[in-house]
């Protein structure tokens, strides 16, 4: 009896510390993938960063969206989101994201988006997509892109 005892109390404390190195072993990883973006600031829809061009890929099975985007401001952006709302007559019946990164003052960088729910072949005359510019990480210290 003696015995089982011991072996169930050695088992509660291999099962502790082992839930104790998991949850150290996530904190570490959490904090070793997330970089500090103290010199970085998030905007809804910035001034200054424009889509450019944009048309169907129609080589594509799902509705994708290649383009480019400007980037007019005089500020490095690290990213730059984008969406693309696709309606029926003026129904909104689908939104896909992208983004695009690392984007200098006054340079053009190319997109694609896909949306995985609608069909890239055949669609009806009434299905038509906006692309727009969402948000983005503005760099705002001249230390680079991490």
């Given at each position: 009896m003696r015995k089982i005892f011991g072996q169930m109390l050695m088992s509660l404390v291999m099962g502790i510390c082992f839930v104790i190195g998991i949850a150290v072993a996530i904190?570490?990883?959490?904090?070793s993938l997330v970089p500090p973006y103290d010199d970085h600031t998030w905007i809804n829809e910035p001034e200054g960063v424009t889509v450019v061009d944009h048309r169907p890929d129609s080589a594509a099975p799902d509705l994708t969206i290649i383009g480019a985007i400007?980037?007019?401001?005089?500020?490095?952006?690290?990213?730059?989101?984008?969406?693309?709302?696709?309606f029926a007559g003026e129904a909104l019946v689908n939104s896909c994201n992208?983004?695009?990164?690392?984007?200098?003052?006054?340079?053009?960088?190319?997109?694609?988006?896909?949306?995985?729910?609608?069909?890239?072949q055949n669609l009806p005359d009434n299905v038509h997509y906006r692309v727009h510019v969402r948000s983005g990480f503005r760099v705002e210290q001249e230390t680079g892109i991490r």
């Open positions: 904190f570490l990883i959490e904090g400007r980037n007019e401001s005089a500020h490095l952006w690290d990213t730059i989101n984008l969406e693309v709302n696709v992208g983004s695009v990164q690392e984007i200098p003052p006054g340079s053009d960088r190319s997109f694609r988006i896909r949306c995985l729910q609608v069909s890239g």
